[in-house]
């Protein structure tokens, strides 16, 4: 089972300000997704195959990486983008990580 | 548009039995696959299993083979998730989420909103 670990588990920042979450992979993986999740929602798609924004993501949100490692990045973070990400891969079977909180500092 | 409409929250006592629903529209049933994700309080996504409710084949986690039952209805387009002999520790949020694929992977386009469990005596 491949896997994922996210870093760092928490993260504050001010609006305005970017922002990157990593993942990294015990194993190559070709694709990663992620969700964002706010406390009493389900999680949504938020970047799948990688770099694609789910349908309604604003633009400030991109995904990159390659290999065993990904990112998701924040260009300028703004008061909604607060929630908890999880990135997924989809190799043999899923597999997430454990979760990255994006507080507003 | 798609929707998986979970049944409502549960409150249930130890060694009890509990049967989940996830009720889906908007899309051809049987052409996706249905999985299960746990949810703890202030914890992470953990994944159960899932169902091919086209011909009803199931996978499981390993941890989850004597925990959860899959099963689902297509004449209702209904995914089912039982969990036996709860303890403490299924207390939890439990999703129903349709495995959707892209070109070059999978992932879980559409969650239902989560039931809440809670198993206490």
């Known amino acids: 089972e491949i896997v994922l670990t996210q870093s760092p588990t928490t993260i504050a920042a001010s609006p305005g300000e970017k922002v990157t979450i990593t993942c990294r992979a015990s194993?190559?993986?070709?694709?990663m997704y992620w969700y964002q999740q706010k406390p009493g929602a389900s999680p949504k798609p938020w970047i799948y195959?990688?770099?694609k924004l789910a349908s309604g993501v604003p633009n400030r949100f991109s995904g990159s990486g390659s290999g065993t490692s990904y990112s998701l990045t924040i260009n300028t973070m703004e008061t909604e983008d607060a929630a908890t990400y999880y990135c997924?891969?989809?190799?043999?079977?899923?597999?997430f990580g454990a979760g990255t909180k994006l507080e507003l500092k | 548009e798609v929707q998986l409409q979970q049944s409502g929250p549960e409150l249930q006592r130890p060694g009890a039995s509990v049967k989940l629903s996830c009720k889906a529209s908007?899309?051809?049933?049987?052409?996706?696959?249905m999985y299960w994700v746990k949810q703890r309080p202030k914890q992470g996504l953990e994944l159960i299993g899932r169902?091919?409710?086209?011909?009803?084949?199931?996978d499981y986690v390993e941890k989850f083979k004597n925990k959860a039952t899959l099963t689902a209805d297509t004449s209702s387009n209904t995914a089912y998730m039982q969990l036996s002999s709860l303890t403490s520790e299924d207390t939890a949020t439990y999703f129903c989420?349709?495995?959707?694929?892209?070109?070059?992977?999978?992932?879980?386009?559409?969650w239902g909103q989560g039931v809440m469990v809670t198993v206490s005596s």
């Open positions: 169902i091919d409710p086209e011909d009803g084949s199931t």
């Open positions: 194993s190559s993986v070709s694709y």
């Open positions: 908007g899309y051809t049933f049987t052409e996706y696959y």
């Open positions: 997924q891969q989809w190799s043999s079977t899923y597999t």
């Open positions: 195959d990688t770099s």
């Open positions: 989420a349709r495995e959707g694929f892209t070109t070059v992977g999978g992932y879980f386009d559409y």
